[in-house]
């Protein structure tokens, strides 16, 4: 009788052993422990900065040995900063059913990329009696992130206002921008303080733009900028001035040093005199881009 139970105890042990391998087997055979494969027909893709991020996944597709095709799954997870100007990687994802992720990296070549450019309204030029920020009249643009004015920063004694207790001049300030791909631009700029009463009685240069961006080669011409004058108070035209206009084109004094061959920031000043000899001093900035 104890032989037979040893006996169907031993048989018992052995089934439960065997149909648990069996239900182990089953269990690996249904359930999937890798990832899905993710196939590019190139590592690298050049696109538009007007493409959306769907642009990345051209030419790739992602497969799973047990769920099939599983290209919809594809996502862009992220994007590097520019690893160089208008060149960064893109993160691809895909996903089974089982939660499993797979990851690879793809280089993004913008075709039409250029860092980001400031916009200005006025030309920099202060009242000493004011209390201005310096940076109310600029904006920035770029063509990934589109307006990034807020990101506008700039430097002189780590303030960005002018105050009451400077002199009358010219002062250095370095403007900076930062787009979301980590390109950092950099305007060098000059900003005139000015006495009020001496200003008025001097007429100044109206330009149709105070910032320029152009690229090398290019023919400038700086009188074209020119729109009109201003003085006590009132726009006078320089394309046929009135016949009682006290200052016409031919009082304008251009000085342009800039080198349109040499990439840089240059500056074009048009300065005009009044009858005692005081100046006005209006600047167009220009940009000169590869």
Avoid at 99 to 120: A, E, G, Q
Avoid at 180 to 203: F, H, I, K, M, R
Avoid at 205 to 224: E, H, R
């Amino acid at each position: 009788m104890l032989k037979m139970i040893q006996t169907f105890l031993i048989l018992f042990f052995t089934a439960s052993v065997v149909l648990f391998c069996i239900s182990l087997w089953e269990e690996n055979k249904v359930s999937d422990s890798q990832g899905p494969v993710i196939h590019m027909d190139r590592d690298s893709i050049k696109i538009s900065v007007r493409d959306d991020a769907s642009a990345i996944l051209n030419g790739v597709a992602a497969s799973d040995s047990k769920d099939g095709d599983v290209s919809d799954t594809l996502v862009v997870e992220s994007l590097s900063n520019f690893i160089e100007k208008g060149r960064r990687q893109a993160v691809i994802a895909a996903f089974d059913q089982d939660n499993h992720v797979t990851k690879v990296t793809r280089d993004i070549i913008y075709t039409d990329y250029h860092s980001p450019h400031f916009s200005l309204k006025e030309p920099l030029r202060f009242s000493i009696t004011g209390h201005e920020s310096i940076i109310e009249n600029l904006t920035a643009y770029d063509v990934l992130d589109g307006d990034i004015t807020d990101r506008i920063t700039i430097r002189k004694n780590d303030d960005d206002m002018i105050y009451t207790d400077l002199n009358p001049g010219n002062y250095p300030y370095m403007l900076s921008v930062v787009n979301s791909a980590g390109d950092c631009v950099q305007l060098p700029v000059t900003v005139e303080l000015y006495t009020p009463s001496q200003d008025n009685q001097c007429p100044k240069v109206v330009l149709s733009d105070y910032l320029i961006y152009i690229k090398t080669g290019t023919k400038l011409q700086p009188s074209k900028y020119i729109d009109s004058i201003l003085f006590s108070g009132r726009t006078w035209p320089v394309d046929d001035p009135p016949e009682d206009a006290p200052y016409t084109a031919e009082d304008i004094h251009i000085f342009n040093n800039a080198d349109t061959d040499v990439p840089g920031t240059y500056e074009i000043l048009y300065t005009m005199e009044n009858e005692t000899q005081d100046q006005s001093r209006i600047p167009l900035i220009v940009v000169v881009e590869e």
